[in-house]
């Protein structure tokens, strides 16, 4: 099943995400404060889901914010809660592989979950070229992905809202996995699991410079909430890992 019609299926189900332990205490403040400062500035965001991080940056003064998924479902949610909650975000459908061309290029690119969904290194290179080409020189893209360290027969997340697991098949860029929201009822997609090698070469042959890895870590209030071991096994086998670069 492709990305698109795996998360058509998901639907609305997918704003639940957001407040499972590892995304609320760890994951989504972690990225927030990676990507610090937007005020005034144009963002664009791919592979945008239902347009959390859309919504947030705008909140926080972003000027222009452009939304694009490739699930016309995910779509659909962002633009009724726009129309709940009319914030001045817009959202389209896309494909990063076949990205359109924009009248102006964008301050700061997002890409989470993006480049794992690439079928081959060749479609992830291309999606790379397509993001560089819509930044302006110097602009910052930051990405999150499933971290390539991540040890399988390690510490799971599951006591943090997830479960990760190697559905036996290999592809060109790594392996695939199912990623397993524990929600009610729980949900589950597949996507892949690629080398670090295949991150960094993309992004470079793209023109992105100053590649810096950042590991997600359960920021203070979820230590204060929970206390310091609650989280060990995020900090002994990490599920996620952060990306920036330069165009």
Known sequence: MSAQEQYDEIGEAYEGFKALPLEQWAI????LALVGDVTGKSVLDLASG???YSRELKRRGAGDVLGIDISGEMVAVAQAIEER???GVRYEVGDAAGLRSFDEPFDVGLAVQLLNYASDIATTERMCRN????LKPGAELFLINQSPDYRFDGPTPEKYGFRTEL?????ETGFKVRTTALLDPPVSFVANFPRREVYETALKAAGFGELTWIPV?????????????HWANLADNPPL???RCVA
Do not use: N, W
Request: no cysteine; proline share 6%.
């Open 131 to 134: 993001i560089h080409r819509s």
């Open 85 to 87: 909650d009319p914030l």
């Open 217 to 229: 870590t359960v920021s203070q209030a979820g230590v204060a909430e929970f206390g310091a071991e």
């Open 28 to 31: 989504v403040p972690g990225f």
């Open 50 to 52: 239902t347009g959390f």
């Open 241 to 243: 890992e952060m990306l």
């Open 167 to 171: 559905t036996g098949e290999a592809v």
